[in-house]
C-alpha cells in the first residue's frame, strides 16, 4: 500500500514538474543576445548593430576578421546570421535551419532599423530550412523519437529483467540489446523523415547514424541510472531527458528564448544535443558536428560504464544470494 502511494505521488510530482517546466520555458519566450556575425571594421554594419544593441538586448555582434571567417561562423553555427555593407546598403545572410523564429526576430530587427535610417538591406537565406519543414521542428520531433525510444527500451528490459544486471555477462547482454535497439530505431527514424514523408531526401545514411548514437545515448544514461536507482531511477531519468531535457533542447525555440536557467542546456543534454547533431547533418558545415557527437559519445560511454559498474556492485550479491537460497 505504502508503495503504490509512494510510486502515485512520484507520478503526481513529475507531472507537475512536466507542466511547470514547458510552460515555464515556452509561454513567452523572449530573446536575449541571439548572435549576429559581423566584419570588423566593417562600419556601416557595425554602426547598425551597435544602434540596435543600444536600444535592445535581443541582439549580439559577434565580430570576425573577414567575410571568409564571417561565412564560416554561420556555417558552423556560431551565429544566425551575417551582416556586411554592401554598394548601395547593407546585406543580411541569414542561416534560417539553425533556428527560423531566430533568424525571422534578426531579420525584423535589422531591416526595421535600417529601414528607419534609410539604409536598403538585401536578405538571402544561406540555409535555408526544408520547404516540408518550414518551422524548423523535425530534427526536434525526431529527437524526441529517438531519446524516448532509448529510455523506453532500457525501461523494458529493467523491468522484464530486474533493473540491476545480476552480473557482467548479463550487463554486456543488455548493452548489446540496446545497441541493436538503437540501429533499427535510427534507420526507422531516418528513412520516415526522408523517403516515407520526403522531408530530407539526402544523408540518410547519416541521420541514421546520428539517430542510433543519439538513442543509445538515452538508453544507456536510462539503463545505468535504474541499474544504481531501480525504478526511482525511472523517475530520474524521466526528469532529466524529458521533463527538463526536451524544453531545454532548444529545439522549439532557440536557446536563446528561453529563460536564462535552460538557455545553455543544449549543449549538454542529450535532447538538445540530438537536435543540433541532426541540425548540423542535414543542414550545416559537418564541423558544427564535433560538440554534440563528442558528447552524445561520453554520454553513451558514462553509460556503458555506469551499467556495467552497478552490475558489478549490486548484481552479484543479489545473485550470489539468489544462488544460495536455491540451494
Known amino acids: 500500500m505504502l508503495r503504490t502511494v509512494g510510486l502515485l505521488l512520484g507520478t503526481l510530482t513529475l507531472a507537475t514538474a512536466f507542466i511547470a517546466a514547458y510552460a515555464g520555458a515556452l509561454h513567452q519566450p523572449t530573446a536575449h543576445d541571439v ?14 548593430l551597435t544602434a540596435v544593441r543600444g536600444r ?34 547593407l546585406d543580411l545572410t541569414t542561416a534560417s535551419a539553425g533556428a ?17 535610417a534609410g539604409v536598403p538591406v538585401k536578405v538571402t537565406d544561406g540555409y535555408p530550412v526544408a520547404p516540408a519543414d518550414p518551422r524548423g521542428l523535425v530534427p526536434f520531433y525526431l529527437a524526441v523519437g529517438l531519446v524516448l525510444g532509448g529510455y523506453l527500451a532500457a525501461t523494458v528490459l529493467g523491468l522484464a529483467a530486474g ?48 539517430g542510433a548514437l543519439a538513442s543509445f545515448a538515452a538508453a544507456m544514461i536510462a ?28 529545439g522549439i525555440y532557440a536557446p536563446e528564448f528561453l ?40 554520454w553513451a560511454l558514462a553509460g556503458l560504464v555506469g551499467l556495467l559498474t552497478a552490475a558489478l556492485v549490486r548484481g552479484r550479491p543479489t545473485h550470489r544470494a539468489r544462488h544460495t537460497a536455491s540451494s
Open 163 to 210: 533493473t540491476t544486471p545480476v552480473d557482467l555477462r548479463r550487463a554486456g547482454l543488455r548493452a548489446g540489446a540496446l545497441a541493436v535497439h538503437s540501429v533499427l530505431l535510427g534507420i526507422a527514424g531516418a528513412l520516415v523523415v526522408g523517403p516515407v514523408l520526403g522531408v530530407w531526401d539526402h544523408d540518410v545514411p547519416f541521420v541514421a547514424a546520428a
Open 259 to 298: 529563460p536564462a536557467a535552460l538557455r545553455g542546456m543544449h549543449r549538454w543534454n542529450v535532447p538538445g544535443l540530438t537536435n543540433d547533431l541532426l541540425k548540423s547533418v542535414v543542414y550545416f558545415d559537418r564541423r558544427s558536428m564535433a560538440w554534440p557527437l563528442a558528447w552524445l559519445t561520453g
Open 35 to 48: 548572435p549576429v556575425g559581423v566584419v570588423r571594421g566593417d562600419q556601416p554594419a557595425e554602426s547598425l
Open 223 to 250: 539503463a545505468a541510472v535504474q541499474g544504481w536507482l531501480g525504478l526511482l531511477g525511472t523517475g530520474l531519468v524521466i526528469l532529466l531527458l524529458v521533463v527538463l531535457g526536451n524544453p531545454g533542447s532548444g
Open 100 to 116: 527560423p523564429s531566430a533568424t525571422d526576430l534578426v531579420t525584423g530587427v535589422l531591416t526595421g532599423a535600417a529601414g528607419q
Open 56 to 89: 535592445t538586448d535581443t541582439i549580439r555582434s559577434i565580430g570576425y576578421a573577414d567575410r571568409a571567417a564571417a561565412d564560416d561562423g554561420l556555417a558552423t553555427r556560431e551565429v544566425y546570421a551575417v551582416l556586411t555593407s554592401a554598394p548601395g546598403g
